[in-house]
């Protein structure tokens, strides 16, 4: 059995994990930051390939929410967690979001005022860009349908780095192994790749040592305190695993739907890079984007489409991606198999989130056609594509727990943070029931924030930093 000692050990190094371990390490703690994936270049494989699916995701990203419609999920498992292949949109969290959450949640010393030094000094250290000319075709499209019916719409900033103007497409990303990974390392700090826990051993309310595997050992890793930032899934499942089954119960997470669109002319080819116009009018509830739009991704979202529609992806240069977005109101719970050693997820969408997705798809539909789409490709199985403006409104109220094609990729809450009546851990992610264990990730976020989650992710993981180091 491999034996390793440390300070603080901090499960999961993903934007909660990897903030956590370089303040710590920064104030000269001896910390360790344990990672199940692998250590790749975040240019290892290129973005959307099937092989950074395999490289950078959970199962290859076939993961599952069970329920009635079960919502596929994305979990990133590597070092850097999901900021490896994720697209960065860096979007500053509403501040009326963040103050109805201490007011709703009980959460001491927060607030929309209290987090925003905190979002400064994450945008200051990791670096946030727009693109230095234009936007691609599809997000054109995006934006003059929204001006068309006088929404309105932006540009998204990113966690990148774009250093030439006439490459609008390419770059640098801003991922935590190309940021706060290397500078925890530089301050000290131990990170181990490839290193998994299944259990945390306890006396009582003190936790006393992790028990995994590293690289295909056994492994032991004691501590004195223990921060868990392994993901919105994956930490409660560790949690429950250890004995902590107050945890998990909440999970919230933003259901999508996409649709397809065909222009008269090409709108879709890679270098054109990650679409970042998002229409606005309707956050936090609802936001409503252009999306990946490779081929396989045509591919994936036309699925259930006749079979003529299929081949018609041979005009891929001509079709994008599309999305809604739901801050969804429903809720779901995380478990563990103990066999498998895996989580299960389990997700009830609520029937308010069908009749709001149906109205976003009709919405979007209309914004499409008055961009000049020739075809919108319903979402519905068999369905033909419609063809006019005026058949927009007919998407209005047609998804239901068995037609609908449900996906997610920000999932929170499972551990939330604030009053022990309605959280899992305290105003500052001390875990309740417990002595020396912190929550610091995606878990904490009491409800969905409405709007891309990783900016909130960071800066309220630094603020909690900070205040353990403060109390110590
Ligand atoms: C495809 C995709 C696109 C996205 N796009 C955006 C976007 O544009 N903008 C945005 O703001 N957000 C985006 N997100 C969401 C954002 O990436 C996540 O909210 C954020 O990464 C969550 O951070 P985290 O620290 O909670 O966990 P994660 O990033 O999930 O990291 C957790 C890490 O812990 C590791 N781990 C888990 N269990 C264990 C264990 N037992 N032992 C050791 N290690 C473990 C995992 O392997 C993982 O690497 C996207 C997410 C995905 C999947």
Redesign the pocket.
């Known amino acids: 059995m491999r034996e390793i000692d440390c300070e603080t050990l901090v ?7 990897s903030m956590t371990g370089l303040r710590l390490a920064e104030a000269g703690e001896d910390v360790v930051v ?4 692998d250590h790749y270049h975040v240019d290892s494989s290129a973005d959307h390939s099937l092989e950074q699916m395999d490289e950078k ?2 199962s290859g990203g076939l993961t599952a929410a069970l329920g009635s419609p079960k919502v596929t999920y ?10 490896e ?7 500053e969290p509403i501040p009326e979001v963040i103050d109805a959450w201490a007011d709703d949640y009980g959460i001491s010393e927060f607030g929309a005022d209290a987090l925003a030094p905190h979002l400064a000094a994450v945008v200051d250290e990791i670096g946030v860009s727009r693109r230095p000319s234009g936007f691609s075709p599809a997000s054109n499209a995006l934006a003059a349908g929204a001006d068309s019916m006088g929404w309105r719409w932006a540009e998204i900033e ?1 966690f990148w780095r774009y250093p030439d103007p006439k490459e609008p497409g390419g770059g640098e990303r801003r991922s935590m192994s190309e940021t706060l990974l290397p500078a925890m390392v530089a301050a000290g700090g131990r990170l181990l790749s490839r ?4 259990r945390i051993t306890r006396h009582g309310r003190r936790a006393i040592a992790a028990m ?1 595997q590293s690289d295909g050992e056994p492994c032991r890793i004691a501590f004195k305190r223990l921060v868990v ?4 899934v ?1 930490t409660p499942r ?1 949690l429950r695993n250890s004995g902590w089954t107050h945890v998990g119960n909440e999970l919230t997470l933003n259901p999508m739907v996409r649709i397809v669109a065909r222009f008269p002319d090409v709108v879709n080819r890679p270098e054109f890079g990650v679409p970042v116009v998002q229409i606005e009018e309707f956050k936090p509830t609802m936001t409503l984007g252009c999306s990946y739009s490779a081929p396989p991704h045509l591919a994936m979202w036309l699925e259930g489409s006749p079979s003529e529609v299929r081949r018609s992806l041979e005009d891929w240069e001509r079709m994008a991606v599309f999305y809604v977005k739901v801050c969804g109101q429903g809720r779901g719970t995380v478990r563990t198999m103990p066999l498998l050693g895996d989580a299960l997820v389990r997700y009830r969408t609520h029937a308010a989130d069908f009749a709001a997705m149906g109205k976003g798809l009709a919405r979007l539909s209309a914004a499409l056609f008055a961009a000049g789409a020739v075809e919108v490709h319903s979402p519905l199985p068999g369905a033909q594509p419609l063809r006019k403006a005026s058949e927009a409104a007919s998407l209005e109220g047609v998804l239901n727990g068995r037609n609908a094609s449900l996906s997610a ?3 929170h809450s499972t551990v939330r943070m604030g009053d022990p009546s309605r959280a899992g851990a305290d105003s500052f992610g001390a875990l309740y029931g417990a002595d020396n264990v912190w929550v610091n ?3 904490l976020l009491p409800t969905s924030p409405g709007v ?4 909130a ?1 960071l800066a309220i993981a630094r603020r909690n930093v900070l205040r353990w180091l403060d109390d110590r």
């Open positions: 499960v999961g190094s993903g934007p909660g994990g344990v990672e199940e994936g995701w959970r994305v979990e990133g498992r590597c070092v850097g967690g999901a900021s292949s994720n697209a960065g949109l860096y979007h990113r290193t998994r826990i299944d995994g930032c392994a993901g919105a994956q560790l990729i920000h999932l990730d995606s878990s891309n989650p990783q900016g992710i």
